[in-house]
């Protein structure tokens, strides 16, 4: 059971490059979000999907798109990289409704982004 | 803007010692998560509190809240080396938890 699959680990862009992080979960999780994590700083969300076919912004989305064709996949994908996300990203998923109790969240290893 | 502030932002302590972090927050919760991160690794969930429960133990770990001061702590007794690392508080509004709003972080070294 792999988990939450986070590709690349690393990565450096140049300005204005595109470029997408892929994340890929094999526990059949409905709900899947990506964070992005600064220095001195928690976890800010910029997009999340409580499903195939459905995506939401969060707090941070701007210059981020994503989509969720499968269940399995959620790539985040960056259009024009600007120097300000430079950064470390996390996927993250879990079990979508029915519930009658909160759902434990797994967290990915993240993706190590630089743009010069 | 960020949900939660964590207080210390930083932690040193003697291994054995108990380390006690605090967070609060600003708008209503369903819950409120603690995790963990080792540097250079992705967050590891520790424990749970919902918002109708004041107190939750795991292990060595005990977590608060007091939603009417909205705010939680969270204490680790015995503190032993492997410890150290950032630990993050983080708050849903649902029980789907899939936006979570977390803290600024609280930096704890154990020292040897």
């Known amino acids: 059971n792999a988990g939450v699959t986070q590709t690349p680990k690393f990565q450096v862009l140049k300005t204005g490059q595109s470029m997408t992080l892929q994340c890929a979960q094999d526990m059949n999780h409905e709900y899947m979000s990506w964070y992005r994590q600064d220095p001195g700083m928690g976890l800010r969300l910029i997009h999340y999907?409580?499903?195939?076919?459905?995506?939401d912004q969060g707090e941070v989305p701007n210059g981020y798109n994503v989509s969720r064709s499968t269940t399995e996949d959620f790539p985040l994908r960056l259009l024009s990289a600007a120097p300000s996300q430079t950064s470390v990203y996390f996927c993250?998923?879990?079990?979508?409704?029915?519930?009658?109790?909160?759902?434990?969240?797994?967290f990915g290893e993240g993706s190590w982004l630089t743009v010069v | 803007s960020q949900q939660g502030e964590e207080d210390p932002q930083a932690l040193s302590i003697q291994e054995g010692e108990n380390a006690t972090m605090n967070c609060s927050y600003k708008?209503?919760?369903?819950?409120l998560q603690w995790y963990r991160q080792n540097s250079g690794r992705g967050l590891v969930h520790l424990i749970l509190?919902?918002?109708?429960?004041r107190e939750k133990h795991s292990g060595r770990l005990r977590v608060t809240l007091d939603t009417s001061k909205k705010s939680s702590s969270l204490l680790i007794t015995a503190s032993r080396a492997a410890d150290t690392a950032s630990y993050f508080c983080?708050?849903?509004?649902?029980?789907?938890?899939?936006?979570?709003?977390f803290g600024t972080g609280t930096r704890l070294t154990i020292i040897p």
């Open positions: 983080a708050t849903a509004s649902n029980f789907g938890n899939e936006k979570l709003t």
């Open positions: 509190i919902r918002s109708n429960e």
């Open positions: 993250a998923s879990s079990y979508g409704p029915p519930s009658t109790s909160p759902r434990t969240i797994y």
């Open positions: 708008t209503s919760i369903n819950n």
């Open positions: 999907s409580v499903g195939a076919g459905i995506t």
